[in-house]
């Protein structure tokens, strides 16, 4: 079961911010990996029953989102390094590459980091490379890490972070460790610390005045996943910005395009303009356009259905 997870947000100098803290699913194995993921799916669903937009999923919608917690992801030994070893064997080999301090090797029996690469949780996030000793499973009362052999060692306490594409430079890791001198628990605490650039602040043109048009002669997208029963989708695209109300409205409503029907590789060659309530280019520091991609339901009992969001800052 889900031992829980709670998110918070908040604006600092123009700067919107997410933190995430979360307890996964305990125990080894590829049936535990898959609760941890479903997991992290239910505290991302759950909190946007209560903040931010319910039709993007959480680390879009901020500038910058940090994960952190007891995540409980473990080591896997490879079969190519483990194939002969039995659990002991394992355990010992682990042992003695955190003797060695051989951190690359450690970070690539991760569990967490080959579930991010393989687009199985967390997708675009950023695991915090660990160089140090693993965090799990320690004797209790001993100043250094002394394990555990019930347990395979493993980076349980982590972080990540993820930033939208305009604000990556903007977010410095100045520190990433784990407290060692913390004996009172099977754990070693970790801690970061970050340097963040604050947003500039955008200047609206308001309701008069000159304005940027972003014009498409041409939008594609291919490999959508199925949305229908049949196989399909039926997308559209909804366009907004970050920050808000620098897109003007069509007819009262969001901008948006033509539902393309029954298609995973939909084409929207039709011309689309968008106007924009700035008066220059420079006046486009730190603004995204907000591509969300939406499948099309019949019928009012059925609502329409994210497939997922694109971010491009226009200032690029």
Request: net charge neutral.
């Amino acid at each position: 079961a889900n031992k829980g997870g709670q998110a918070i947000t908040l604006v600092v100098d123009n700067t919107s911010l997410c933190f995430v803290s979360s307890h996964l699913a305990p125990h080894e194995g590829r049936k535990n990996c898959d609760a941890r993921n479903g997991n992290v799916r239910s505290i991302m669903e759950g909190s946007l029953n209560w903040m931010g937009k319910k039709d993007m999923d959480l680390g879009s919608q901020y500038h910058h989102c940090f994960w952190m917690g007891d995540m409980n992801y473990r080591s896997e030994v490879p079969s190519e390094d483990g194939a002969e070893m039995n659990k002991e064997q394992r355990f010992e080999h682990v042992r003695a590459l955190i003797a060695q301090k051989d951190w690359p090797t450690l970070h690539s029996y991760d569990e967490l980091s080959c579930e991010v690469v393989e687009s199985r949780v967390l997708c675009d996030w950023t695991p915090l490379p660990c160089n140090f000793a693993p965090t799990f499973k320690v004797e209790r009362e001993q100043p250094t890490e002394m394990y555990n052999p019930k347990r395979l060692p493993s980076y349980t306490d982590r972080m990540l972070v993820r930033s939208i594409p305009g604000f990556k430079d903007n977010l410095k890791v100045e520190e990433f460790t784990s407290c060692p001198e913390f004996v009172s628990s099977d754990h070693k605490p970790i801690r970061g610390l970050f340097e963040i650039t604050p947003a500039p602040v955008v200047r609206s043109g308001g309701a008069f005045g000159r304005r940027l048009r972003l014009k498409f002669s041409r939008i594609a997208a291919k490999g959508l996943p199925q949305m229908d029963y049949g196989g399909k989708a039926d997308p559209y695209i909804v366009f907004s910005t970050d920050p808000k109300n620098i897109l003007m409205k069509v007819n009262g409503k969001a901008a948006k395009s033509k539902t393309k029907k029954q298609t995973l590789d939909p084409e929207w060659k039709e011309e689309m303009v968008l106007h924009l309530k700035v008066q220059s280019e420079q006046d486009l520091e730190g603004v995204h356009l907000l591509m969300l991609f939406i499948d099309w339901d019949w019928g009012a009992m059925n609502p329409d259905d994210p497939i997922g969001v694109i971010q491009i800052p226009l200032k690029d």
